[in-house]
């Protein structure tokens, strides 16, 4: 019982949500290498400044050009809410994935793997400026991908870009704003549409429950303002979970208790109120269903039945996909593999969709 409990405390099991990294397995893929590109007086939407805007970033393979000097093999993957682009080096993902002869052999493709602005290693509120750290948006993150990827990483064209829940809605912005810079595009876990409805609430009553904490003291608080983001934390645990798999796996009052206990745990060490509250946020003003006849590449957005946060009873993606000219939505099933929004982790369950993907957008 003592290991099977470890098994399901483990990240990439709880915090489906965050997409905070699970330990790696032994390593089939080339050695990942971590980098820093810092970006000067960044021009965010609010017009708020910041001199130096740092964004962090994990590479894997190396980038291939053609005669034309068009990068051929480059695949930029975008992670979640309070993840970062280690989160894809986990057993799961990247073992099921990066490997050599797996989809995305590391060894023939050029990897990128950013931590978002506000995420990870990449500039964010927790860093000194607090409530003071400019107020951004999906597309301020969009934009400095971008200009990582470009600028810095020298990277022209992308073979692919995928991302899971916060980095699915990412690629439905790069989509329509970049409309030729891709080849294939893989939203996982997410909504071409404005946040709002239960998603917005939920996002809402996490930021109030923390700013309503008299320890947080408007973002200059000394330790973490416990109560408010315990509150927060009840929020998008109930996001993020499974209804049939947590009845399944913690079938009693004990048991529940106990993982809900290691749940709590978890993400104490890994949030910071001020960094959560921008990142629950920062959808503010995402809305890419004004835009979707712009988007030009194959896209299958891909999203489980189980999941919380973009349940299908909806019915969102039935309508508006047909104004993606070459738009697929796939509904994946319940099933015992099926984790809920964690789903988008699990290339188990969706490799064979992203098989299909890359055959049919090959040149």
Known sequence: ???????????????????????????????????????????????????????????????????????????????????????????????????????????????????????????????????????????????????????KLGVNHLRLLMGTSMGGMHTWVWAYTYPDFMDALMPLASLPVAIAGRNRMLRKVAINLIESDPEWKNGEYAGEPHMGLSGAISSLIFMSSSPLQYQRRWPTRELADSMLDAMETRYFKALDANDLIYQLDASRNYDPSLHLDKIKAPLFAVNSADDQINPPELGILDRVITRVPKGRYILLPISEKTTGHGTHSNPEVWGNYLGELLQMSAH
Not at 9 to 37: C, K, V, W
Not at 80 to 101: E, I
Not at 109 to 114: A, E, K, M, S
């Open 1 to 151: 019982m003592n290991k099977l409990f470890r098994y399901l405390a483990t990240p990439i099991f709880l915090l489906a949500f965050f997409g905070i990294s699970s330990a790696r397995g032994q390593q089939d893929y080339p050695t990942p290498t971590e980098g820093d590109y810092i970006i000067k007086d960044f021009p965010f939407q609010s017009g708020e400044p910041l001199p130096e805007l740092n964004l962090h970033y994990t590479t894997l393979g190396r980038p291939v050009k053609d005669g034309n000097g068009k990068t051929v093999n480059a695949i930029l993957i975008l992670h979640g809410t309070t993840g970062d682009g280690h989160q894809f080096l986990s057993r799961q993902f990247a073992g099921g994935l990066f490997g050599a002869g797996q989809l995305l052999d590391a060894s023939k493709y050029f990897i990128i793997l950013p931590d978002g602005i506000g995420h990870g290693r990449s500039s964010k509120p927790s860093q000194g400026l607090h409530m003071r750290f400019p107020k951004y948006t999906y597309d301020d993150m969009v934009l400095a991908q971008y200009r990582l990827v470009t600028e």
